[in-house]
């Protein structure tokens, strides 16, 4: 245990720092580092994905069933027909 009570695993250190490890040590922890932080932007970003593809879905499937609302309360053909009925029995 360190001097704050802190585990020596969880202790953070700087690879720059430290002395004892080799360039290729060095290299491979920045490595590491670099592909966490790639995956923790791929989780962010996938997280963010999927909301915006569920709003645009919702968005979509809104429009698509007002469209459908829509046509089912418009009455002009029925206006039409009424029209042509009129027309033929005054010919």
């Known amino acids: 245990p360190g001097e704050s009570g802190e585990a020596a695993f969880a202790r953070r250190i700087d690879p ?3 002395p ?3 360039p290729e040590q060095r290299r ?3 490595q ?3 592909a966490q932080r790639q995956r923790a932007l ?3 970003l996938r997280s963010r994905n999927v909301l915006l593809a569920l709003g645009i879905g919702a968005v979509t499937f809104g429009i698509y069933g007002y469209t ?3 046509v089912s309360q418009e009455r002009f053909l029925d206006e ?3 029209e042509a009925e ?3 029995a005054r010919a």
Do not use: I, N, P
């Open 16 to 18: 720059s720092r430290e």
């Open 68 to 70: 459908f609302y829509s």
């Open 42 to 44: 791929q989780r962010r």
């Open 32 to 34: 590491v580092e670099y």
């Open 80 to 82: 039409l027909e009424q």
């Open 20 to 22: 004892g490890l080799s």
């Open 28 to 30: 491979l922890m920045a």
């Open 86 to 88: 009129a027309a033929r």
